[in-house]
């Protein structure tokens, strides 16, 4: 199986599905078996992607696998701010999932995160079963849709937002009038071919400009993994990955799902350093690719480690 890495390859195969059919992303399913974009490098497998152990990872997490873990997690997300109807609905979300994944499959205790382990297929084919899945974007404007103001929604690239489109549709349709707003933050945004992570930065921040969009600035923030889109002359950056951190001065809670047919994650970190570190270790190649590296944004900025 392919890891999270393995971004353009992937890439060259969602365009041109997409040029042939809007559905031909699924993998023998009538549902999508990977996220497209979430990971920017999801696989054709049945396996969604998900991270191997890795030792070096510091920080824990838990796959909010039961009542208590879910209830301890939505009240500090509640805490920080973000308001009660949207930290229900995510939650609405987890339960759905839960209610068809084996209680085994997922980790509810908190977890050192260098124990993670890849599913074995056991969540991947239990997602089937779901009337609507729900990928990293999904999940972030869910909960965070409240922080984020754009001034001009029109006119958004969103070619690769195809299967989050087809999903947010399914009845009752989510979003309603902020959809405008998910296809504009989530929009692929034209850039140079080159490498140097300067540029493309530029590019995602005139971007921000163009569409007027700002980001609440507080306890709650957004972080957007851009992954660097090199196949075709005119490059593009796209939010591959996505998920909302919480920062009580104390520790750090990022909350993510990785894919459609992967689970939820609640992670805490004791700093944006390991943040980085974990974010390196599914979606950096390093520097020697025909892709430039992945930038990494809080809110409407590069990520400080601060």
């Not at 999940?139 to 965070?144: G, M, P, V």
């Not at 600035?217 to 951190?245: N, W």
């Amino acid at each position: 199986m392919k890891t999270l890495k393995s971004s353009n390859a992937y890439l060259s195969i969602l365009m041109l599905g997409a040029a042939l059919s809007l559905g031909a992303c699924a993998s023998g399913t009538a549902e999508p078996s990977t996220d497209a974009t979430d990971t920017a490098a999801a696989t054709n497998s049945n396996t969604p992607p998900s991270p191997s152990a890795n030792p070096q990872l510091r920080g824990r997490y838990t796959n909010l696998g039961d009542d208590a873990s879910l209830k301890e997690v939505t009240q500090r997300l509640e805490d920080a701010g973000l308001p009660t109807q949207d930290v229900e609905n995510f939650a609405a979300q987890v339960r759905s999932l839960n209610q068809v994944v084996p209680a085994k499959a997922l980790v509810s205790n908190w977890t050192p995160l260098s124990q993670a382990k890849s599913d074995d297929g056991t969540i991947a084919t239990a997602t089937q079963k779901q009337a609507r899945l729900t990928d990293c974007r999904i999940t972030t404007f869910t909960l965070a849709h409240s922080l984020i103001t754009i001034g001009n929604p029109a006119g958004a690239d969103t070619s690769l937002l195809f299967m989050d489109l087809e999903q947010i549709e399914v009845p009752p349709a989510l979003f309603g009038e902020n959809k405008a707003d998910f296809e504009a933050l989530y929009g692929r945004i034209a850039t140079t071919s080159d490498h140097a992570k300067e540029p493309r930065q530029s590019d995602i921040e005139k971007y921000f400009n163009d569409h007027q969009i700002s980001f609440h600035q507080g306890p709650v923030s957004i972080i957007s993994v851009y992954i660097h889109d090199t196949i075709d002359p005119q490059a593009y950056s796209f939010v591959g990955h996505t998920g909302v951190l919480v920062d009580n001065h104390k520790s750090l809670l990022f909350v993510e799902k990785l894919a459609f047919d992967a689970p939820y994650r609640a992670i805490e970190f004791s700093s944006r350093a390991e943040l980085q570190e974990y974010l390196d270790s599914l979606y950096d190649d390093g520097p020697n690719m025909e892709y430039g590296q992945p930038l990494y944004f809080e809110n409407g900025a590069p990520l400080r480690l601060k």
